[in-house]
């Protein structure tokens, strides 16, 4: 008996030290994550040890979350299954490596609107990051292809939207088809306090009024929008660029100085083209290529009986910009970038430095910190106003940025 005692607790022990080693063998290691993954963690997390890895089903998740990595230090991770970060949370601050995904110094601009809180989360999503600080406070970084502004994220809190919310509501659902909302944010003061409502398949920004100043619905959306366009908008569009046959009107800009189409082809989303039209009138806005002509003759030396200019409209939903490209026999050799007036908003001459007489173009404060602080170097690139911003690099890699009014902000 004693004998088919110990048999028995054997085959037990057995059994579950089988049963273990098939949970070790299963268990995700951390050298089985994707390459990106793996670096990342490497780079932003030194010293930190990964506890634990989950892999879950990433079909119709929000998040497109693939792998759920815990770390040391409280941390938890998620990724894509391409190797994208999604999110980042702990119950504490996180570590500034951490941080520094937020582009162009966004956890310095936090500390200094809010230098009592501390940054625990960041959340990947439609418009950008999403940074939620210790109170709970949950800030939207928009913009950050170009800028580290943020707003707030109410998407989650609508007994705190606003009265023009009602607004957003009605326009979005009657002339947009949006049947449901993925992020509802309130806009940095510089870009007016707005408000920024979208989806996966269309996104529509109000002004602190509630009046719509940008609306884009993907494929096929906007059958109504064109009703807001001038009549002489339409007709050109129709007559001229084949609105109506073959063509849809997937995004429109508009403000007091202009309005700004883009037109989709039906059978390809990703064919596209801007156009832009005065609002009092509806005429189309050309690019101003003679104005353009006269600036590089008078401050860079090129002729334009040898020079071909490539006019672009630029997508801003604050400003008209134009985009030249330069050519000479077929080769770049200048990029201006313009406002609907011909304006130089910014300028780089390729292969060759910028004379420093174009210092005069930029504004008074602007030229005279300039030319006292750096006489003796050259020019490459010149930003005149583009976005509301100044800047002006030189050869050695420096850079001077200034505000609107000319004070530096490096």
């Given at each position: 008996m004693k004998i088919k005692s110990l048999v028995g607790i054997l085959l037990v022990l057995l059994t579950i030290g089988f049963v273990g080693c098939n949970d070790d063998d299963n268990q995700l290691r951390k050298d089985s994550l994707p390459e990106t993954v793996q670096a990342f963690i490497d780079s932003r997390l030194p010293g930190y040890t990964v506890l634990n890895i989950d892999q879950i089903d990433?079909?119709?998740?929000?998040?497109?979350?693939?792998?759920?990595?815990?770390?040391?230090?409280?941390?938890v991770l998620s990724f894509s299954s391409l190797g994208f970060w999604r999110r980042i949370e702990s119950s504490s601050e996180l570590p500034q490596l951490i941080q520094d995904v937020l582009a162009f110094g966004g956890a310095e601009a936090i500390k200094v609107k809010y230098p009592s809180k501390t940054i625990n989360k960041i959340h990947s999503r439609l418009y950008g990051y999403m940074a939620t600080l210790n109170d709970d406070t949950k800030?939207?970084?928009?913009?950050?292809?170009?800028?580290n502004k943020f707003g707030l994220d109410l998407t989650n809190s609508p007994l705190s939207w606003p009265e023009v919310s009602r607004n957003l509501l009605v326009f979005s659902i009657g002339y947009v088809g949006m049947a449901s909302y993925h992020y509802f944010i309130q806009e940095d003061e510089e870009d007016g306090s707005g408000y920024r409502f979208g989806a996966y398949q269309a996104s529509v920004f109000f002004d602190k009024d509630g009046e719509w100043y940008y609306v884009y619905g993907g494929y096929s959306m906007l059958s109504k929008i064109s009703n807001f366009l001038p009549e002489q908008s339409k007709k050109i569009l129709s007559e001229e660029y084949g609105l109506g046959t073959g063509k849809i009107i997937t995004a429109l800009v508009r403000n007091e100085a202009y309005y700004q189409v883009m037109l989709s082809s039906e059978y390809n989303e990703l064919s596209t083209w801007w156009y832009m039209f005065y609002p009092q009138t509806g005429l189309e806005i050309k690019a101003p290529e003679q104005v353009v002509f006269d600036f590089l003759k008078d401050y860079?030396?090129?002729?334009?009986?040898?020079?071909?200019?490539?006019?672009e409209i630029m997508f801003n939903i604050k400003q008209d910009i134009f985009h030249f490209t330069g050519k000479i026999d077929g080769k770049t050799v200048v990029n201006i970038y313009t406002d609907g007036n011909g304006q130089m908003l910014g300028l780089n001459v390729v292969g060759s430095t910028i004379p420093n007489t174009v210092l005069s173009y930029l504004p008074e404060k602007v030229k005279e910190y300039a030319e006292?602080?750096?006489?003796?170097?050259?020019?490459l690139y010149i930003m005149n106003g583009m976005n509301n911003k100044y800047c002006v690099e030189y050869k050695d890699n420096s850079r001077i940025y200034f505000d609107k009014d000319g004070h530096v902000v490096n």
């Open positions: 990433d079909y119709e998740n929000e998040m497109n979350e693939k792998y759920i990595v815990t770390m040391s230090g409280d941390i800030l939207a970084f928009y913009d950050t292809s170009y800028s860079i030396g090129i002729s334009s009986g040898e020079l071909k200019l490539q006019p006292a602080n750096y006489a003796e170097k050259e020019i």
